[in-house]
């Protein structure tokens, strides 16, 4: 079964800046395309950024030019740089393996990691 362990999350002021961490583990296939997504309180979970293994990246339209995701191949980890970080950007981030760019996720999600934006 597939799992995945996110970390890196964190209390930050507007403005800021976190890096999350995502590996997965108990597959020894390959991970095509890994993503993030967050989930804020009241909210539908959404997808925030995922990247193929070749390097290909897509964004959500409220993160472009303040995320960055990159990838481990080797590792199956993945990153998400976040800057420039607002209130409405706390939610709790999790990371999966999806069958597109856009989701959904093949497996189950994970526990997800704690960002909140507040001064």
């Known amino acids: 079964q597939v799992q995945f362990a996110e970390s890196g999350g964190g209390l930050v002021q507007p403005g800021g800046s976190l890096r999350l961490s995502c590996t997965a583990s108990?597959?020894?296939?390959?991970?095509?395309?890994m993503g993030w997504y967050r989930q804020a309180p009241g909210k539908r979970r959404e997808p925030v950024a995922s990247i193929s293994s070749g390097g290909n990246t897509n964004y959500a339209d409220f993160v472009k030019g303040r995320f960055t995701i990159s990838r481990d191949n080797v590792e199956n980890t993945v990153w998400l740089q976040m800057n420039s970080l607002q209130p409405e950007d706390t939610a709790v981030y999790y990371c999966n393996d999806l069958i597109t760019f856009s989701g959904p996720p093949f497996h189950s999600w994970g526990q997800g990691t704690q960002v909140t934006v507040s001064a």
């Open positions: 108990g597959s020894d296939g390959k991970f095509y395309i």
